[in-house]
């Protein structure tokens, strides 16, 4: 099963650096005496961190051309 093309993957990883300034800012925002946020910033952020991070593998594979798993999996035992 082919997963999402180049421009597809770069629209993920560029919406979640989005995310993580949008709850940036929102994190910095003034608070209102009395009240809590219910939704931690640092929370979301961590979670959009955590999309770009499961992206960067994908990315390789598409600009390198081959899989990447498939790829460490096969050099995995010619360094014994």
Same mark, same amino acid.
């Given at each position: 099963?082919?997963? *999402?093309?180049?421009?597809?993957? =770069? /629209?993920?990883?560029?919406?979640? +650096?989005? %995310?993580?300034? !949008?709850? #940036?800012?929102?994190?910095?925002?003034?608070?209102?005496?009395?009240?809590?946020?219910?939704?931690? *910033?640092?929370?979301?952020?961590? =979670? /959009?961190?955590?999309?770009?991070? +499961?992206? %960067?593998?994908? !990315?390789? #594979?598409?600009?390198?051309?081959?899989?990447?798993?498939?790829?460490?999996?096969?050099?995995?035992?010619?360094?014994?």
């Amino acid at each position: 099963m082919p997963g *999402p093309d180049l421009t597809t993957t =770069l /629209a993920i990883m560029f919406s979640g +650096l989005g %995310v993580i300034l !949008l709850a #940036g800012w929102w994190a910095k925002r003034p608070r209102i005496p009395g009240t809590i946020r219910w939704i931690s *910033p640092t929370a979301i952020q961590f =979670l /959009a961190l955590i999309v770009i991070v +499961l992206m %960067v593998p994908h !990315l390789v #594979g598409l600009l390198g051309g081959q899989d990447f798993v498939a790829h460490m999996s096969s050099n995995r035992s010619m360094g014994r």
